[in-house]
């Protein structure tokens, strides 16, 4: 039954399988590499040479040996949490999976190499490690935006690999893994998938501390998933520091109380900016087992080079868990040596006995993997006591500098430090831990761009385009600090809008789940799934960006990392594994000169077959165009250097003052750019999406 209209009435005959012909995708995406870089990597040294990972070896022939995991199932949550609190020996988590990467090479760390030793050492470590920090943070944006990888696939090989130990994440209470609220159901929703996929231990934090943004979170643990809910409170200020009163012993003490009358199951000193000194960590420990049932779990960061000494104290405070990671991953703004602190406890009476030896092995491999992603390494080459007046968080550090060199600022970096101090005294000293941190930096290299001193701000703040974050914070998007914010300076940013009080949640409407997953598939395709959903409601245009890469590439993740980041050398040749038991061959032959439309071809052996190629060279300039500056009150500049995402206004429109005429994006900031005067829109000078320098002429205005 041959008919001319037979593809006309079946169209899905052209919509290839998710499947189909990923060996060209792939090799798409190295030959874009191979010619015009990976975006994400500023500097590349032709030189580099990269060792081996070895990867420690372990019985697979054998039943995963018993650990954490294990026991929770098999006691339940009540007896394993009282398990935790008697129990004698010091137990540790292991951060090497998420936080102290974050800390030193910028989320970067993909998922291969994770899972490509994950199995080791959950077979020879099941008794060494309370959990493994795997998920959450900053992770799961970087995992779409920047390393193009699903983040719920990275959790699920995880657990695949790790079915012994248990899996922990970091959630932001009401902003989840985002950076703002969500609708109640969303995050309900979240934690519920989460918990499914893999996470056995939910760290909740408030980023102002603020209680009623982690009651709702915690609830849902503890009702709707078999997980541990660990509650936090940020540790900020210095309790043994009689000036500082803001943030005293009471206060954490007091905080401590309402966390456990909300029903966490442990609590965790979260000090985001290793800022909790040793003897600070004595009297507070020592106090919050005098004041609460649940255990007690210390995170902290190594940036003053002293944390060791605090991991020391606590431990004779008697704290239940403490956070390391392996030693070649560790320090600076990591936490404190998971090996060092080991072999300071032997022979001590409260001695966790590991194998230092085999510790060591995996400490080999990170040090290998971790010459992959040199472009991202901290550039803090040494421990710093400015941490105790800057007060950056250890997990923000090592993105702050990258960002700055984004907007044009890395030689101002120092002042945006001093900036960040500044940022903080004008909010009256809050708690500094995403998202409010991020805030906190956002304004700082926004005063630092503009030149801005603190008198400046508050004398001029009436007329100032504020970064949309900061509208947020004194808007009350991420809830409440102690105290309230500064009036003054809450009213100059909001311009006339009220500020609200209660949980910001609760002004956002419930997904429609049944409606908008439906929709969901129509705009993205069959193939998208719930995860994918949550994924898009967390980070819209990020989800984006990372599906089309995937229509475009198909799955990166199985990629080696250097051949991911740096592209192949004529006639290197890689093993890709593309799913259990498949693997193909591939050997960059050579890449042809440009032709006049600036195309390459790019020459291949896949499976030992010719591949060819062809690849836009988008180093082959054009003309280049120069915007003229803003240089009075009625041309409207942009602020930042940026991406010039949407034009809010249209030529001939009045406008008055305060009206929004255009958004700037910059390094995951925004800024709405808003009217200093009345008048008409004269002429738009730049058109949407193009990339802008400091100044450019966006706006002209007429009175």
Same mark, same amino acid.
């Given at each position: 039954?041959?008919?001319?209209?037979?593809?006309?009435?079946?169209?899905?005959?052209?919509?290839? $399988?998710?499947?189909?012909?990923?060996?060209?995708?792939?090799?798409?995406?190295?030959?874009?590499?191979?010619?015009?870089?990976?975006?994400?990597?500023?500097?590349?040294?032709?030189?580099?040479?990269?060792?081996?990972?070895?990867?420690?070896?372990?019985?697979?022939?054998?039943?995963?040996?018993?650990?954490?995991?294990?026991?929770?199932?098999?006691?339940?949550?009540?007896? %394993?949490?009282?398990?935790?609190?008697?129990?004698?020996?010091?137990?540790?988590?292991?951060?090497?999976?998420?936080?102290?990467?974050?800390?030193?090479?910028?989320?970067?760390?993909?998922?291969?190499?994770?899972?490509? #030793?994950?199995?080791?050492?959950?077979?020879?470590?099941?008794?060494?490690?309370?959990?493994?920090?795997?998920?959450?943070?900053?992770?799961?944006?970087?995992?779409?935006? %920047?390393?193009?990888?699903?983040?719920?696939?990275?959790?699920?090989?995880?657990?695949?690999?790790?079915?012994?130990?248990?899996?922990?994440?970091?959630?932001?209470?009401?902003?989840? #893994?985002?950076?703002?609220? /969500?609708?109640?159901?969303?995050?309900?929703?979240?934690?519920?998938?989460?918990?499914?996929?893999?996470?056995?231990?939910?760290?909740?934090?408030?980023?102002?501390?603020?209680?009623?943004?982690?009651?709702?979170?915690?609830?849902?643990?503890?009702?709707?998933?078999?997980?541990?809910?660990?509650?936090?409170?940020?540790?900020?200020?210095?309790?043994?520091?009689?000036?500082?009163?803001?943030?005293?012993?009471? /206060?954490?003490?007091?905080?401590?109380?309402?966390?456990?009358?909300?029903?966490?199951?442990?609590?965790?000193?979260?000090?985001?900016?290793?800022?909790?000194?040793?003897?600070?960590?004595?009297?507070?420990?020592?106090?919050?087992?005098?004041?609460?049932?649940?255990?007690?779990?210390?995170?902290?960061?190594?940036?003053?080079?002293?944390?060791?000494?605090?991991?020391?104290?606590?431990?004779?405070?008697?704290?239940?868990?403490?956070?390391?990671?392996?030693?070649?991953?560790?320090?600076?703004?990591?936490?404190?040596?998971?090996?060092?602190?080991?072999?300071?406890?032997?022979?001590?009476?409260?001695?966790?006995?590991?194998?230092?030896?085999?510790?060591?092995?995996?400490?080999?491999?990170?040090?290998?993997?971790?010459?992959?992603?040199?472009?991202?390494?901290?550039?803090?080459?040494?421990?710093?006591?400015? #941490?105790?007046?800057?007060?950056?968080?250890?997990?923000?550090?090592?993105?702050?500098?990258?960002?700055?060199?984004?907007?044009?600022?890395?030689?101002?970096?120092?002042?945006?430090?001093?900036?960040?101090?500044?940022?903080?005294?004008?909010?009256?000293?809050?708690?500094?831990?995403?998202?409010?941190?991020?805030? #906190?930096?956002?304004?700082?290299?926004?005063?630092?761009?503009?030149?801005?001193?603190?008198?400046?701000?508050?004398?001029?703040?009436?007329?100032?385009?504020? $970064?949309?974050?900061?509208?947020?914070?004194?808007?009350?998007?991420?809830?409440?600090?102690?105290?309230?914010?500064?009036?003054?300076?809450?009213?100059?940013?909001?311009?006339? &809008?009220?500020?609200?009080?209660?949980?910001?949640?609760?002004?956002?409407?419930?997904?429609? %789940?049944?409606?908008?997953?439906?929709?969901?598939?129509?705009?993205?395709?069959?193939?998208?799934?719930?995860?994918?959903?949550?994924? /898009?409601?967390? /980070?819209?245009?990020?989800?984006?960006?990372?599906?089309?890469?995937?229509?475009?590439?198909?799955?990166?993740?199985?990629?080696?990392?250097?051949? %991911?980041?740096?592209?192949?050398?004529?006639?290197?040749?890689?093993?890709?594994?593309?799913?259990?038991?498949?693997?193909?061959?591939?050997?960059?032959?050579?890449?042809?000169?440009?032709?006049?439309?600036?195309?390459?071809?790019?020459?291949?052996?896949?499976?030992?077959?010719?591949?060819?190629?062809?690849?836009?060279?988008?180093?082959?300039?054009?003309?280049?165009?120069?915007?003229?500056?803003?240089?009075?009150?009625?041309?409207?500049?942009?602020?930042?250097?940026?991406?010039?995402?949407?034009?809010?206004?249209?030529?001939?429109?009045?406008?008055?003052?305060?009206?929004?005429?255009?958004?700037?994006?910059?390094?995951?900031? &925004?800024?709405?750019?808003?009217?200093?005067?009345?008048?008409?829109?004269?002429?738009?000078?730049?058109?949407?999406?193009?990339?802008?320098?400091?100044?450019?002429?966006?706006?002209?205005?007429?009175?």
């Amino acid at each position: 039954d041959a008919r001319v209209n037979f593809i006309k009435e079946n169209p899905q005959l052209l919509i290839s $399988p998710r499947w189909m012909d990923r060996g060209t995708k792939m090799l798409s995406y190295l030959a874009n590499v191979i010619v015009n870089g990976n975006p994400d990597v500023k500097f590349v040294d032709a030189d580099k040479k990269f060792p081996t990972p070895c990867i420690p070896p372990f019985d697979d022939t054998i039943e995963y040996p018993k650990g954490t995991k294990d026991l929770l199932e098999q006691i339940g949550r009540e007896k %394993f949490v009282k398990w935790v609190k008697n129990r004698r020996k010091i137990l540790f988590t292991d951060t090497t999976f998420r936080d102290a990467h974050q800390s030193l090479l910028a989320t970067r760390v993909r998922t291969k190499d994770l899972v490509d #030793v994950a199995e080791s050492f959950a077979r020879n470590h099941a008794q060494s490690v309370f959990s493994m920090e795997v998920w959450g943070g900053a992770t799961f944006d970087v995992c779409m935006r %920047f390393l193009k990888e699903d983040p719920w696939a990275r959790l699920a090989e995880i657990r695949k690999a790790v079915p012994n130990i248990l899996l922990q994440m970091l959630l932001r209470g009401s902003n989840a #893994v985002g950076y703002k609220a /969500y609708p109640d159901n969303l995050v309900e929703n979240f934690i519920i998938r989460a918990a499914d996929t893999g996470i056995d231990v939910f760290r909740i934090f408030d980023s102002l501390n603020w209680v009623e943004g982690m009651k709702f979170s915690i609830k849902v643990v503890r009702e709707k998933t078999n997980a541990l809910a660990e509650a936090c409170i940020c540790y900020t200020g210095d309790i043994t520091d009689p000036s500082r009163t803001k943030y005293n012993l009471k /206060y954490y003490l007091d905080l401590a109380k309402k966390l456990e009358a909300a029903g966490a199951h442990m609590l965790c000193i979260k000090d985001m900016a290793g800022l909790l000194k040793p003897y600070a960590a004595q009297i507070l420990i020592t106090e919050l087992r005098k004041t609460v049932k649940i255990p007690i779990h210390l995170h902290t960061h190594d940036t003053s080079s002293i944390q060791a000494a605090t991991c020391a104290k606590a431990i004779e405070a008697k704290v239940d868990v403490l956070d390391v990671a392996l030693s070649s991953m560790a320090g600076l703004t990591s936490q404190p040596s998971f090996n060092s602190i080991v072999a300071m406890m032997k022979g001590q009476p409260r001695e966790n006995i590991i194998d230092l030896q085999s510790l060591q092995k995996y400490t080999e491999y990170w040090e290998a993997v971790r010459q992959f992603y040199y472009p991202f390494e901290t550039e803090l080459k040494g421990g710093t006591a400015d #941490v105790y007046d800057h007060e950056i968080p250890g997990g923000q550090y090592s993105n702050l500098r990258p960002q700055a060199r984004g907007l044009g600022l890395e030689d101002q970096f120092e002042t945006i430090k001093k900036n960040y101090r500044i940022v903080n005294d004008l909010l009256g000293d809050i708690v500094k831990v995403t998202p409010s941190s991020k805030v #906190v930096g956002d304004m700082a290299m926004f005063m630092t761009a503009n030149k801005l001193t603190k008198e400046d701000v508050l004398e001029k703040g009436d007329t100032l385009a504020f $970064p949309d974050s900061m509208k947020s914070l004194m808007r009350g998007d991420l809830g409440q600090t102690v105290g309230g914010f500064p009036k003054k300076f809450q009213k100059m940013v909001l311009k006339g &809008e009220k500020p609200f009080k209660n949980r910001p949640n609760s002004h956002l409407a419930p997904i429609n %789940f049944k409606k908008e997953i439906p929709q969901f598939q129509e705009q993205f395709g069959k193939y998208v799934n719930d995860n994918d959903f949550l994924s /898009y409601q967390l /980070y819209p245009k990020v989800f984006e960006e990372f599906h089309d890469h995937y229509m475009k590439y198909g799955t990166v993740q199985h990629i080696p990392t250097p051949a %991911f980041f740096y592209g192949l050398k004529p006639n290197e040749e890689i093993l890709i594994e593309i799913e259990a038991g498949k693997n193909i061959l591939v050997r960059y032959l050579n890449k042809s000169e440009p032709d006049e439309a600036g195309m390459r071809k790019v020459a291949f052996l896949l499976n030992g077959q010719n591949r060819t190629l062809l690849i836009k060279d988008k180093s082959v300039k054009t003309e280049i165009v120069i915007f003229p500056k803003a240089k009075t009150a009625n041309e409207i500049g942009a602020p930042l250097q940026g991406s010039l995402s949407k034009i809010l206004v249209k030529e001939g429109q009045k406008v008055e003052i305060n009206t929004p005429l255009f958004i700037i994006e910059a390094m995951k900031m &925004e800024s709405t750019i808003t009217s200093p005067i009345k008048g008409v829109v004269k002429k738009i000078h730049i058109p949407e999406k193009s990339m802008v320098e400091q100044d450019d002429m966006v706006v002209e205005l007429s009175e």
